[in-house]
């Protein structure tokens, strides 16, 4: 069973677990000749630490990683540059307290995934959820600055990746005053400076009533060209489903307009065309999210995901025990009050994954890295 890797060209398997020694990515396929440092990488992890503000889990991880293998540095490379081999990238667990975990050893956290470990494996490492803990996707976003560093290799500055919280339990941003280049001014990662502010009475509320929130993430990819993608079972916004979906606590995502196209009427819904001032067909509006056919239209990608609130919390919950007996739980530790606030740089950096690899995808079939007409 191989259960721990994504992508077709760009082919990233993750291992490890939050309480063993360290945990570590090998993205396979990565093309020779993209320049690759582990500051690049470091940069995009320290996005995700731990330990960053009040509103993030307070364990201190420092995230430091190492490259392995897979990038070589001489006279004539003009710095460090993959390959084409093996990239692997390894980061040591630091802070784990595995004490903090005794209490759930025989219980089952409801919402989380130790039930179904058990009710899957017959055994589980319950200090800090182990494979089911979110340390894993650390990895991601390791992965996901080398798949940056390859979509720079392919096509320049195009393509911009923005994302951010776009919404915090009830509560949602007001897009006029979103402004994406303000997303590190704030703890939240949130476009809308204002709602930012509010929401830090809203999360220290739900922390104080031992309880947490969800949240919505909103990722962006400006720039992409028409063409990448495929047809029926290599759909661009398939692929891009499948990894958010796999990002833990994730349980909803949409494409565009989502779970709201289906209240429109045809007419409302058509993104018209026209031709642009620069020879490119021009869309009026984007409610397909820039893909027609699983194929990308050269508008902006655009993708949100649900995140459900922590299912860690200080209140009492009713569960059951490893042997069949009703008991009731309560998850001490440091866990995060909202999950979807680090969740941000793992949605972006699975966005970039998916990019890279139907980049290379797209040119393994074609021979190009754009559309094949305009
Ligand atoms: C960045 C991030 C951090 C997370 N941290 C925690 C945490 O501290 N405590 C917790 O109970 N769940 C946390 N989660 C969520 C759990 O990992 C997740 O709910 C669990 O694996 C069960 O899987 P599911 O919710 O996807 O079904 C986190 C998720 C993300 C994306």
Redesign the pocket.
Known sequence: MSENSFGTLFRVTTWGESHGPAIGCVIDGCPPGVALTAEQIQADLDA?RPGTSRFV?QRQEPDAVKILSGVFEDDRTGGPVTTGTPISLMIENVDQRSKDYSEIRDKY?P???DYTYDAKYGVRDYRG?GR???RE?ANRVAAGAVAQAVLHHLYGDVIRLDAGLVGLGPHEIDRTRADWSTVGNNPFWCPDPVAATEWEKVLDGARKDGSSLGALIEVTARGVPAGLGAPVYGKLDSDLAMAMMT????KGVEIGAGMEAARFSGIENADEMRMGKDGQPEFLSNNNGGVLGGISTGQDLVVRLA??P???ILTSRKSVTRDGEETEVV?KGR??PC?GI??VP?AKAMMACVLADHALRHRAQTGRLGPHRF
């Open positions: 995700r889990t956290r919402g989380h995934a959820g089911s803990s979110a996707t990002i833990n606590a994730s995140i459900k922590t299912s860690s998850t866990h995060d999950v680090r969740g793992v």
